[in-house]
Nanobody
């Protein structure tokens, strides 16, 4: 079973920084999977924030470029999202996800975490 558990969500002020973590297990049978972060702003659709492939290639939502950094510690199976200069519009439930890159990029990964709330005021 693949399990993804996010942590690190909090209520912060605009301009603050925050790091989200996602502890992954069960992915050892899914070599080559992409991992990524999605978010659901209040009253809006789910949107992809950042994704990282097994080869280390990275993609970001335009609004996240220059402010957010996705990284992973493969030895610990932890995915991170470092968020700097947070804005009100970054508010939302942030989810960790994993699957084949094609599905992740399409916004349809099969494996999701439970989400962690980020509130920027």
């Amino acid at each position: 079973d693949v399990q993804l558990v996010e942590s690190g969500g909090a209520s912060v002020q605009a301009g603050d920084s925050l790091t989200l973590s996602c502890a992954a297990s069960g992915l050892h049978d899914h070599i080559g999977y992409c991992m990524g972060w999605f978010r659901r702003p209040p009253g809006k659709n789910l949107e992809g924030v950042a994704a990282i492939a097994a080869d280390g290639s990275i993609n970001y939502l335009d609004s996240a470029k220059g402010r957010f950094t996705i990284s992973k510690d493969s030895s610990k199976n932890i995915l991170y999202l470092q968020m700097n200069s947070l804005k009100f519009e970054d508010t939302g439930i942030h989810y960790c996800a994993a699957d084949r890159c094609k599905l992740l990029v399409a916004g349809a990964p099969n494996f999701w975490g439970q989400g962690t709330q980020v509130t920027v005021s």
